[in-house]
């Protein structure tokens, strides 16, 4: 199993890196099952980011 460590991002970057905008974003992630996170809070955890990537698969260069 190969293991990735993930930095802490917002969710803005992360819009930007699929290049979207923020609201289209939140949609995206809204469709990730067992996806749950605290709208108030600014950085998503590198597990979380993670699991982004492994259900959306990586961004674009």
């Known amino acids: 199993m190969e293991i990735?460590?993930?930095?802490t991002m917002t969710r803005t970057q992360l819009a930007q890196q699929?290049?979207?905008c923020l609201p289209t974003?939140?949609?995206?992630?809204s469709m990730i099952p067992d996806f749950t996170y605290d709208k108030n809070l600014r950085t998503l955890t590198p597990k979380q980011v993670g699991l982004i990537y492994q259900h959306?698969?990586?961004p674009p260069d």
């Open 25 to 29: 974003f939140n949609r995206m992630l």
């Open 18 to 20: 699929y290049q979207v």
């Open 4 to 7: 990735h460590k993930y930095p």
């Open 56 to 58: 959306l698969g990586e």
